[in-house]
């Protein structure tokens, strides 16, 4: 229950960089990447987060999903 209280945490008080940086990325990536590498980051979600999210998102979603039977 605290894992799962800390993981809505971090994703909702990211003071408001989340809710930024992913309509960015999944409409305007290449404006989202000038504006990082120009030294705008602080408006935007650090890259290396948003990855480690994305993995953590990826094992969560699989981790519901039942693999083939592989005992023939």
Do not use: N
């Amino acid at each position: 229950r605290h894992v799962f209280h800390e993981f809505l945490h971090g994703l909702l008080h990211f003071d408001g960089k989340a809710w930024k940086t992913l309509p960015m990325l999944v409409f305007r990536p290449g404006r989202l990447t000038r504006d990082y590498v120009h030294g705008k980051r602080a408006r935007y979600v650090p890259p290396l987060a948003l990855f480690l999210f994305a993995i953590f998102m990826t094992f969560f979603a699989f981790s519901w999903v039942e693999g083939p039977d592989l005992d023939q």
